[in-house]
């Protein structure tokens, strides 16, 4: 499969790196300045290369196309012409003043997929608003219902982009799936703000239904007590997460050694330690204080209450779970050997490409090769500034 994608930042590239992961040939079209604004966002691994880049780019071929250029224009064209996917998410109406919207496109190419990654979608009163992650994690309420109970705050990743990439990936392999049968393209529209509301579901019906929205509770839950981080006697928080009365019961007795509190009315129910959170925290957390965190892990084990430890980014760098079950790989990069996680998927019928992370314009010539650009067409090109 080739695709073929316009695109920037995180959401799209999200979608076609998991793309090149399962093996597709995906060319990166950048801009001549700069490419990808995304390379520019830090410069945090050595050589200067940004992490973001580095993790959502793996795998590609870079091309660096003056699209402007009436010349970069045809170079665009004849590459969808060799593609199975056109995938964008330029800023609104971009593409359709380049002259690649989608019905132009499916005429010229009816087996073509058209994947567009837009921020409010293509209709309605905000159809032309630029859209960053952050902007719709507040346009979409997500804000409002995370962080503490006196401030509320934003995902310390880009959940809005996350969630679009991987809807816009899931209709792309629909479609694909559907082209076996129709032996026709399609035209898949997902936007950053429509996924995310898709991801606030619970919250949304809560709204709807009790009309107020779930209160902010920080780490804790806001229908399920007690399932929060509590403090332990050598510093180191644990989350404890107590989904049933059942399990209840069983922290009760053999955790905290508090039988009594079983039958208590202010802690038999979940709806009950609920209206009663504060109590249920403080009494946990006056036990917890005066265990080790490994005695409390293993005593939650040993009742078999869900728990785990409240880690900062090196503590899962160096997380046993990954260590040992090799979930780490290198990749090339043109800074040299860089790590990478492996993709969440395990297949016993492949395993994932993991190619480097592209230089910017690194495979012009051999794309260009690729339709039929000859040696001469490629240096006129070049000596243009069409491509770079």
Known sequence: MRVVSLEQAVAAPFATRHLADLGAEVIKVERTDGGDFARDYDSSIRGGLATHFAWLNRGKQSIALDLAADDGKSVLGDLLATADVFLHNLGPGAVGRLGFDADTVRQRFPRLIVAELTGYGTAGPMSRRKAYDLLVQAEAGFVSITGSRDAPAKAGIPVADIAAGTYLLEGILAALLLRQRTDAGEHIQVSLFDALVEWMGYPIYRQLYLGSPPPRVGLGHPTVTPYDAYPTGDGTA???????????????????????????????????????????????????????????????????????????????????????????????????????????????????SMGPVPALGEHTDAVLESIGRDAEERRRLRHEGTVS
């Open 238 to 352: 644990v989350l404890i997460g107590i989904q049933n009365d059942r399990g209840w019961s069983a922290f009760a007795r053999q955790v905290i050694e508090r039988p009594d509190l079983v039958d208590d009315p202010r802690t038999s129910t979940n709806i009950a330690r609920t209206e009663n959170r504060d109590f249920v925290d403080d009494l946990i957390a006056q036990k917890t204080r005066a265990m080790t965190a490994a005695e409390l892990g293993a005593r939650l084990d040993a009742a078999g209450i869900p728990n785990g430890l409240v880690n900062d980014m090196a503590a899962v760098v160096e997380h046993p779970q990954l260590t040992e079950r090799g979930r780490w790989t290198t990749i090339g990069s043109p800074v040299g050997e860089i790590a990478a996680v492996l993709p969440p998927v395990l297949s016993s019928a492949y395993s994932p």
